[in-house]
């Protein structure tokens, strides 16, 4: 179980290395703010702000029948965010198991994308354990990850800027209000605590 667990935090984790092949966006306008609507479906177990409809991709787990790993997107001019999920059968609530599989969804994220770590810290959900890295991708792209272990669920946000040594304080503050904003939505469902 651990096994199959471990391969789908590398693959949601992965899609901040797919994210940052992509070439960088032209020099950012300083623009109003999109509206924030909720971007989670129903029953995913959380709530999230998104600055506009994602797009949805859903794929079934290999080896997995019945499990699938969703993936909602919205990509501004400001930063890309993502949301990923999975829902698998068993529970997991041991805090070492826990660890053990967010370590290892961050090294095989950083080892499929060439990421470099840049920091790393434990954080939670309510009560629920999680772990936050910041990277910085060879093709010049960051994202700031934070992944959640909610006792069946994997739930991970991601936020992805390609940030410019000559960006505006405005931009670096739309920057950072934007993820404070959806990193701070993003919160669970009653059915999911």
Partial sequence: ??????????????????????????RL???????????APANAGFTVLMPGKPSEQTQ??????????????????????VVSYVVFPEVVTDPADIKVLL??????????SGATLKSEKEIKLNDYFGREWLMDFPSGFSATARAYWVKRRLLQAIFVI?????????????????????????RLSDDAR
């Fill in 1 to 26: 179980m651990l096994r199959t667990i471990f391969i789908s935090i590398f693959l949601a984790l992965s899609v901040a290395g797919v994210t940052a092949q992509q070439p960088p966006p032209a």
């Fill in 29 to 39: 306008a300083v623009q109003a703010e999109p509206a924030w609507t909720n971007g």
């Fill in 60 to 81: 079934p787990m290999e080896g997995r029948p019945g499990v699938e790993h969703h993936l909602l997107m919205v990509e501004t001019k400001l930063a890309g965010f």
């Fill in 103 to 112: 370590d290892r969804g961050r090294e095989g994220a950083l080892s499929s």
């Fill in 162 to 186: 390609a940030p410019k040594s000559d960006d505006s304080p405005e931009i670096k503050r739309l920057r950072q209000e934007a993820a404070t904003k959806f990193f701070d939505s993003f």
